[in-house]
């Protein structure tokens, strides 16, 4: 029983993290100049923390992978999670809950790119790690 709970730890922290620096102040934000409007550091940090929640919870999740069906169904899983944490967070920005934020489609598409780039460097992990473990037995 132990063991289950601490596994599911990284992930939950990793959604508290994200929580408290999306109602961080706007005012406490330092203003970073944009090199591209595509681009801007806000997006990159909004693909940056969604990226590594979706690999944690991809981790966590690892454990049960025995068939294609649960992997697929965990991925689905990993990916509604992020993108439902990822609305969810844009929707408390939009409320006056959080002074100084807004909500922003902009800052929702860059966690949803987060969260498919984050399967994405589950899925260079794991054959990285299945190719070190193949090396290993020969």
């Known amino acids: 029983m132990k063991s289950s709970f601490w596994r599911h730890v990284p992930g939950i922290l990793w959604i508290a993290v994200i929580f408290i620096l999306t109602c961080i102040p706007g005012s406490m ?12 550091p806000d997006k990159l940090v909004h693909l940056f923390l969604f990226t590594v929640l979706v690999f944690l919870l991809l981790l966590d999740f690892s454990l049960h ?3 294609p069906q649960t992997y697929g169904f965990s991925v689905s899983i990993a990916l509604n999670i992020g993108i ?17 934020r807004h909500c ?9 790119a987060g969260c498919f780039l984050g399967w994405g460097v589950f899925v260079l992990w794991k054959k990285r790690r299945s190719n070190r473990n193949i090396r290993k037995n020969c």
């Open 84 to 100: 439902f944490i990822g609305g969810t967070t844009e929707l408390l920005q939009a409320t006056s809950l959080v002074t100084g």
């Open 104 to 112: 922003s489609v902009y800052d929702f598409i860059a966690n949803v």
């Open 29 to 40: 934000i330092p203003e970073v100049p944009s090199f591209l409007d595509l681009f801007q």
């Open 65 to 67: 992978f025995t068939t």
